[in-house]
């Protein structure tokens, strides 16, 4: 399995890039993963900015990935449960793994008809910026936990 993390705009915080290096070099200990950006529509209406943000979100895709959108009013999953569910798509042939985080207007009604799951990190709300690496950290820790390693605890 592939995995792949889109984006929605340039990670502008040092501290938060550092965070996403260090856990993306964790992560391909296991498997090989690309980090792909989509240009951020600035000064459009919503609409308007989602249709065009999720247009260029979709031309990242590879062909015939599982697509898992991180969304506020997706699955709540345990660090357990999301470890789970990467198992489950390793172990079930999943090729390309591909998870979106959108920008400010989140995802179009045509995006979300292309994926196979949302997941919600948290009920609270963190900035576009900061899912980044907690994403990352989560799918990190996913792996540890699936191979049975320290990290979990």
């Known amino acids: 399995m592939r995995l792949k993390v889109l984006w929605v705009g340039k990670t502008q915080e040092e501290w938060v890039r550092r965070g996403i290096d260090e856990y993306a070099g964790r992560i391909r200990r296991y498997c090989p993963l690309e980090i792909g950006e989509a240009k951020e529509e600035k000064g459009a209406q919503a609409a308007a900015g989602r249709e065009a943000e999720c247009a260029r979100l979709a031309k990242l895709l590879p062909k015939n990935a ?3 959108l991180l969304d506020e009013i997706g ?6 449960q999301f470890a789970a569910f990467l198992e489950k798509e390793r172990d079930g042939g999943t090729g390309d793994l591909v998870f979106a985080i959108g920008g400010a207007y989140g995802f179009s009604d045509g995006f979300r008809a292309q994926a196979h799951r949302s997941i919600s990190l948290s009920p609270m709300t963190f900035t576009h910026q900061m899912v980044r690496p907690f994403l990352l950290e989560q799918i990190y820790r996913g792996f540890t936990i699936l191979n049975k390693e320290p990290y979990h605890h």
Do not use: K
Request: avoid cysteine; proline fraction near 0%; charged fraction near 35%.
């Open 75 to 80: 699955d709540r999953l345990t660090s357990v």
């Open 66 to 68: 599982r697509l898992v």
